[in-house]
């Protein structure tokens, strides 16, 4: 599943977190600059859930071209999960 979305564009594929991780990677390693990512949601919504799935999308990627080094290039990610925002 994670290989279906690696360098897709949106309008490629269904709407998918794995797409919104690819395009933040992607970002992150054209611009050179941090990338953060804010998943909010009501209590019970998936968050916590989201947020793994976005870790293990970095974490293959990063094994994936760890070949060629670029994983010591990866900066790094901020996650907030926030509850409610009101």
Do not use: C, W
């Not at 019970?44 to 080094?69: C, H, L, P, R």
């Amino acid at each position: 599943m994670v290989t279906f979305y690696r360098g897709k564009k949106k309008n490629e594929v269904p709407p998918h977190l794995y797409l919104v991780a690819d395009s933040a990677y992607a970002a992150m390693m054209r611009d050179r600059l941090n990338q953060s990512m804010l998943i909010t949601g009501e209590s019970g919504a998936g968050k916590t859930e989201n947020t793994k799935k976005v870790i293990q999308y970095f974490a293959f990627v990063a094994a994936a071209v760890s070949g060629k080094k670029i994983a010591a290039e990866v900066n790094y990610f901020s996650f907030i999960a926030l509850d409610d925002v009101l």
